[in-house]
């Protein structure tokens, strides 16, 4: 009997060893993971992120450089913050790298950049702004900058054909006009569906 209960105390003995070194490796992810919690929050990272507007993600950033934005920069790259869309790692990464390269990856540097009291960034290419240009209420460096804003936000009147930018166009039934009188009624979108899958055919 004694030697058929063996084996049973052992294994259970190794369950026990394995449960705890699984909660102490739970313990340690989840004190990682919260570590920037319990500091104060980064003010150099913060405007950094400010300035990109990326300001909302900044506990999932945070977490992944310990708070730091020297860190952040050293990261070079942001595909392991998978928490963050993929159109903001891209926006993030550009960001770096533009940083990166005004600054010589220095820290004193940044600081002094981030410490002056012009916080803006060009919406198109990042850029530290001192003078900006406003369009459409976003901050633009150039009219280079700006010109390739309104062509990412123009549109063609889907009755006319008339360019308009989204902001002064309107949008129904998923189509843009550059005016209410050239809407197509729901009807008349009907209509046209018909008339073309007849054409095709």
């Not at 909660?23 to 104060?40: A, C, D, F, G, I």
């Not at 940083?99 to 981030?114: F, R």
């Not at 843009?176 to 095709?200: G, I, P």
Request: hydrophobic share 30%; glycine share 2%; proline share 1%.
């Amino acid at each position: 009997m004694s030697q058929q209960r063996r084996p049973s105390s052992q294994q259970k003995m190794q369950q026990n060893i394995t449960q705890s070194i699984n909660n102490l490796k739970t313990q340690l992810q989840q004190q990682k993971q919260h570590r920037w919690s319990e500091q104060k929050m980064n003010k150099e990272l913060f405007d950094f992120l400010l300035q990109i507007n990326l300001q909302q993600y900044y506990a999932k950033i945070a977490q992944h450089c310990d708070g730091s934005l020297q860190q952040l920069i050293d990261m070079k790259s942001t595909k392991d913050i998978k928490d963050l869309p993929f159109g903001y790692q891209i926006k993030l990464q550009k960001a770096i790298e533009k940083m990166s390269k005004e600054t010589g990856n220095k820290i004193p540097k940044i600081e002094q950049k981030l410490q002056n009291d012009q916080k803006e960034c060009c919406w198109i290419c990042f850029q530290l702004i001192f003078e900006s240009i406003d369009c459409y209420g976003k901050k633009m460096c150039s009219d280079k900058c700006k010109q390739v804003y309104l062509k990412e936000i123009q549109i063609n009147c889907k009755r006319c054909g008339k360019v308009k930018t989204k902001y002064d166009a309107i949008n129904s039934y998923g189509e843009w006009y550059c005016q209410q009188e050239c809407a197509y009624t729901e009807e008349e979108l009907m209509f046209l569906l018909m008339k073309s899958s007849q054409l095709k055919k």
